[in-house]
């Protein structure tokens, strides 16, 4: 094999640095390169940062970022105002009902490496807090799922623990997911009353990165 056809062959003769984009480099066992592969991916660091979403609920959920389902559990997210909506049913009010964590915090995934740090970095929690607020009566349209709605009518919610596992022998199957968002730092939220169906909304900012000088 001569000089000319290893340097074809390098990837190295493909490496390249962008000042706009990050390259990130995802190395996993799953990823379609096979166990000790890598995918590449260039983001744009000004379209918004990528939000990774972690949610545990006691009943049936259907989950709404800013009105539409979200394409996956680690959609890019831009700048800006944003709600997180939750309709709720077949739970137990004198139990928890909803812990959610998410955000960017790039130090805690180690299996991404970048060509450059990310410049935000942001985390939302389940938190009795009153930022994370229900509803027991059905909202009259989807405003509610969006920026701008007055929620100032809605309860806040409050904190709740778990319902306890099953008495069966075995593994509760929610255990680890609910250990996995406490240690994020999100707490078991509930509400006070009854109704077939939870609204629940959540209002959050991205802040957007400072303008290099």
């Known amino acids: 094999m001569d000089d000319r056809e290893l340097k074809l062959n390098s990837l190295s003769r493909y490496s390249k640095d962008s000042p706009l984009f990050i390259l990130e480099e995802h190395g996993h066992c799953e990823v379609p390169a ?4 890598v995918v590449l991916r260039w983001r744009n660091p000004r379209a918004g940062v990528p939000f990774t979403m972690w949610l545990h609920t006691a009943g049936d959920c259907a989950f709404r970022l ?9 959609p890019v997210v831009s700048y800006g ?4 909506a939750f309709t709720l049913s077949g739970v137990d009010p004198d139990f928890m009902v909803l812990m959610f964590a998410g955000g960017h915090r790039p130090e805690e995934r180690r299996n991404v490496r970048r060509s450059r740090p990310d410049p935000v970095e942001t985390t939302i929690v389940s938190a009795a807090d ?3 607020r229900y509803s027991l009566a059905e909202p009259a349209d989807d405003t509610w799922m969006h920026a701008g709605f007055d929620d100032s009518g809605w309860s806040p919610m ?13 593994r509760d199957r929610d255990a680890y997911r609910v250990g996995r968002l ?3 730092g999100a707490a078991g939220l509930g509400v006070a009353g009854r109704g077939e169906r939870i609204w629940v909304r959540k209002a959050f900012t991205i802040p957007a990165p400072e303008e290099e000088a």
């Open 158 to 170: 409050v904190p709740q623990e778990e319902r306890p596992p099953p008495d069966e022998q075995g």
């Open 130 to 132: 009153g930022s994370w």
């Open 182 to 184: 406490a240690e994020f």
């Open 66 to 74: 800013d009105g539409a389902e979200p394409p996956s559990s680690r």
């Open 34 to 37: 096979g166990c000790g592969g």
């Open 81 to 84: 105002e944003h709600v997180l």
